[in-house]
T-cell receptor, first 113, second 117 residues
Framework: KQEVTQIPAALSVPEGENLVLNCSFT??????LQWFRQDPGKGLTSLLL?????REQTSGRLNASLDKSSGRSTLYIAASQPGDSATYLC????????????FGRGTQLTVWP | GAVVSQHPSWVICKSGTSVKIECRSL??????MFWYRQFPKQSLMLMAT?????????EQGVEKDKFLINHASLTLSTLTVTSAHPEDSSFYIC?????????????FGEGSRLTVL
């Protein structure tokens, strides 16, 4: 079973802090890894996608890294804001069929003013 | 970004009835869509891969006769929960990837919350 584990399960921080969200997965033979954001009762918004040939991706205040050998990915959020409050999900592919993903349970982030 | 729309956003039904959920890609044609289910405090679990013009591919443990998937056009996939029971109450989310994309980036719908009484 291809498990995806996210740590911590929940995180509450004051505005302005730099954050690190962790994701680990079994089986280093992945094609890609994605980070999503999910607001309560809503669907998912894709944040960053890292292909297996890449080591990191950046978008604005977000940076995601991928270390296939250790089976880990990290999402960095710089200068956190209350609007960043959401659940962050990490997902890896299930094989060569793109779009079939294994998800972690997510990290629930609360950023307070 | 691409837009994927789901309908209804939420539905309440009686046990034993069937419920249909629609998933539409609004600005691109999706030959493949994916259906996920999410129970409270749990991760999203892939249920099936919906292929336009052919039968869906179901993941292990998902009953194909209970969760009927139809992908009759390039912009619409439907999931029908047949003879729904309270244990089917969940958040159902569909997703699609752009044709020609080799990255696997997915676009998700807003989800449909099903409550079976």
């Amino acid at each position: 079973k291809q498990e995806v584990t996210q740590i911590p399960a929940a995180l509450s921080v004051p505005e302005g802090e730099n954050l690190v969200l962790n994701c680990s997965f079994t089986d280093s033979a992945i094609y890609n890894l994605q980070w999503f954001r999910q607001d309560p009762g809503k669907g998912l918004t894709s944040l960053l996608l890292i292909q297996s040939s890449q080591r990191e991706q950046t978008s604005g205040r977000l940076n995601a890294s991928l270390d296939k050998s250790s089976g880990r990915s990290t999402l960095y959020i710089a200068a956190s804001q209350p609007g960043d409050s959401a659940t962050y999900l990490c997902a890896r592919d299930r094989g060569s069929t793109l779009g079939r993903l294994y998800f972690g349970r997510g990290t629930q982030l609360t950023v307070w003013p | 970004g691409a837009v994927v729309s789901q309908h209804p956003s939420w539905v309440i039904c009686k046990s034993g009835t069937s419920v249909k959920i629609e998933c539409r890609s609004l600005d691109f044609q999706a030959t493949t869509m994916f259906w996920y289910r999410q129970f409270p405090k749990q991760s999203l679990m892939l249920m099936a891969t919906s292929n336009e013009g052919s039968k869906a591919t179901y993941e292990q443990g998902v009953e194909k006769d209970k969760f009927l998937i139809n992908h009759a056009s390039l912009t619409l996939s439907t999931l029908t929960v047949t003879s729904a029971h309270p244990e089917d109450s969940s958040f159902y989310i569909c997703s699609a990837s752009r044709p020609g994309s080799n990255t696997g980036e997915l676009f998700f719908g807003e989800g449909s919350r099903l409550t079976v009484l």
